[in-house]
């Protein structure tokens, strides 16, 4: 008959019963009584593993074999399964709207004085994975090509994306440049099943200025 170990190395963990995980927790029996006696006792005097998780040590050593260690490690266990439960991944910011684009990469762009290219990666809930830098250009001008930005995408999972930069002569609105740029980008992420949402440009806010950002999708440049 095989040991929890050798099932666990054969199988996988998912594979193992109760008993044959608390042999593993337990390590060792005692004598005339091996350790996956005293998990089947263990599980047979408590009743489910709930039952188990709200006993206190002076309950748990009430099962032949278990004594204040074993009991403690037990116990460890199961707070640790608690505290997995409890414990949430952070909540992912959403960045679908070009303001919010905006306002994420405010700070990063501010005082750039060459163009640079920026793909944000979404989740198909569209909330935020990952920004990478994905080129730097010369003072009026940036390069991309839909590899380098679709790699990013792909290696990160993403369902979505969106593209930005920056004009470091404060003036958002798109150059032809950048309206080539967004239709391959476009056409590229219908082929690979990675949606565009937007491409925004960022210039600086300032009184009296133009808008500090464009959307190119709301400007009509994208195809649909």
Same mark, same amino acid.
């Given at each position: 008959? %095989? &040991?929890?170990?050798?099932?666990?190395?054969?199988?996988?963990?998912?594979?193992?019963?109760?008993?044959?995980?608390?042999?593993?927790?337990?390590?060792?029996?005692?004598?005339?009584?091996?350790?996956?006696?005293?998990?089947?006792?263990?599980?047979?005097?408590?009743?489910?593993?709930?039952?188990?998780?709200?006993?206190?040590?002076? %309950?748990?050593?009430?099962?032949?074999?278990?004594?204040?260690?074993?009991?403690?490690?037990? *116990?460890? !266990?199961?707070?640790?399964?608690?505290?997995?439960?409890?414990?949430?991944?952070?909540?992912?910011?959403?960045?679908?709207?070009?303001?919010?684009?905006? &306002?994420?990469?405010?700070?990063?762009?501010?005082?750039?004085?060459?163009?640079?290219?920026?793909?944000?990666?979404?989740?198909?809930?569209?909330?935020?994975? *990952?920004?990478?830098?994905?080129?730097?250009?010369?003072?009026?001008?940036?390069?991309?090509?839909?590899?380098?930005?679709? %790699?990013?995408?792909?290696?990160?999972?993403?369902?979505?994306?969106?593209? !930005?930069?920056?004009?470091?002569?404060?003036?958002?609105?798109?150059?032809?440049?950048?309206?080539?740029?967004?239709?391959?980008?476009?056409?590229?992420? &219908?082929?690979?099943?990675?949606?565009?949402?937007?491409?925004?440009?960022?210039?600086?806010?300032?009184?009296?200025?133009?808008?500090?950002?464009?959307?190119?999708?709301? %400007?009509?440049?994208?195809?649909?």
């Amino acid at each position: 008959m %095989q &040991q929890p170990r050798e099932r666990l190395l054969m199988d996988g963990i998912d594979a193992l019963s109760h008993a044959e995980l608390l042999s593993i927790l337990l390590g060792s029996g005692v004598k005339g009584h091996p350790v996956k006696a005293i998990s089947e006792d263990l599980i047979l005097h408590h009743g489910s593993l709930n039952q188990m998780a709200c006993a206190d040590i002076p %309950q748990l050593c009430q099962t032949r074999g278990i004594g204040v260690d074993k009991a403690m490690i037990i *116990k460890a !266990a199961f707070a640790l399964a608690k505290r997995l439960v409890e414990e949430r991944p952070p909540k992912r910011r959403l960045l679908e709207r070009p303001e919010q684009v905006a &306002q994420h990469l405010r700070e990063r762009v501010r005082f750039e004085e060459v163009e640079c290219l920026y793909v944000i990666l979404l989740n198909a809930r569209h909330q935020h994975i *990952k920004t990478e830098e994905v080129s730097r250009g010369i003072l009026d001008a940036v390069m991309g090509h839909p590899r380098e930005v679709f %790699q990013h995408a792909i290696r990160h999972r993403a369902a979505a994306l969106v593209l !930005a930069h920056n004009h470091p002569s404060g003036d958002p609105m798109p150059s032809e440049s950048d309206i080539r740029l967004t239709r391959e980008m476009f056409r590229a992420g &219908q082929i690979l099943k990675i949606e565009l949402l937007d491409h925004v440009i960022l210039g600086r806010p300032g009184k009296g200025s133009p808008p500090h950002f464009v959307s190119l999708r709301e %400007q009509g440049y994208f195809y649909h």
